[in-house]
């Protein structure tokens, strides 16, 4: 079975030998005009994520796949929507990213960094004009690729990878190999992936292959995850025909950041508390702390209408909490535990 996250375009585009650049890239965004320096930064951003893919995914096989005789393939799409899937069953898997998926997670992180308090690219933050939003059109005040930021490029790859991470939880996890009955259980395969990309994500973040894209301290880690998961549960909520199934980016962030703690604290290295209450104080706190900038910019972008109400947010949460916990240990504690990776 096919676990689609974003858009579901007529096509899914061809199938790429490679990560794109120059005119492929032009071809597969005919109507961005990506010339210049958005050409460069766009070619940028595929060799980077590429090149971090690899490199994990190598050692995923060498350690974990290999062993079980399972084998997990990834494919770029030609197409310029933001879409990323993953299926296959019995130990056999294959996750297709769609090209535009990291153009307009850039495009957003670009945007979003730029309306941030003291932003180093707050030129950027009014390049839209009315009716247009950094999902639809590639950031079109770029003229170089430095004008971008290091900031935005990285919040921009860390989303990509917690995206990436998220397939290949669906495929690790069992999810590929079960057709969930209703949208409670669609939303609890959903938690899942988003609480073991968190994990993946604080596990291998520290091993990526560039120096500069390694965190100095565990705080960033924390930093990074949050930012990310933010920006890439507006993305999906924003774009997605699967949206209903999909919790608000708000608590969604909660869920991606208790994978990363559960990652550190399987290592020993966690934050230790007297009782569960305190820890979730803590935690809230964190969440707010590095969320409280991007998520003002999100409010103040051309993003805004996808960021939901205190309403909806509460609502949200009392879902997730009540319904989808349960359903989500009913199922691994069930089928699940027939499908997923034997480690």
Known sequence: MYLIDGQSPQSGGISLRAYPQGHILNAIFQT????????????????????????????????????????????????????????????????????????????????????????????????????????????????????AGFDALGLALDACLLLYFHELAHAIHGHCDYRPNNDDEARALE??????????????????????????????????????????????????????EYHHPTNRVRTFLAGGVFAFDSLGKSTKFDDV???????????????ASIKDALGRSTLKAFQGTEIDIEEDRRQMEEITAHVLNRLKDGPLMHFKLKI
């Not at 639809?136 to 005040?141: A, K």
């Not at 994990?199 to 930012?227: C, N, Q, S």
């Not at 209450?277 to 590095?290: N, V």
Request: glycine share 8%; net charge negative; aromatic share 10%.
């Open 191 to 244: 938690s899942d992936a988003d609480f073991n990309a968190g994990t993946m994500f604080g596990v291998w973040v520290w091993h990526l292959p560039a120096t500069y894209r390694k965190p100095k301290l565990e705080e960033d880690m924390y930093r990074r995850l949050i930012r990310a998961s933010y920006l890439l549960g507006t993305l999906l909520k924003a774009v997605s025909a699967r949206s209903t």
């Open 32 to 147: 961005h005009d990506l010339v210049d320096g958005r050409l460069a930064l766009s070619e940028v951003m595929f060799r980077e994520f590429d090149s971090e893919i690899e490199f994990l995914m190598k050692e995923l096989r060498k350690h974990r796949l290999a062993k079980q005789g399972w084998t997990i393939d990834r494919e770029f799409r030609g197409n310029d929507t933001f879409q990323a899937m993953v299926g296959g069953g019995e130990g056999q898997y294959r996750i297709d990213i769609a090209a535009g998926t990291l153009l307009v997670t850039l495009s957003a992180a670009i945007e979003l960094c730029a309306l941030e308090e003291d932003s180093a690219t707050a030129g950027l933050s009014n390049q839209y004009r009315p009716g247009e939003n950094s999902i639809r059109c590639l950031f079109p005040g770029v003229q170089e690729p430095d004008e």
């Open 277 to 291: 209450k305190a820890g979730d104080d803590y935690w809230e706190q964190k969440i707010i702390l590095h969320c």
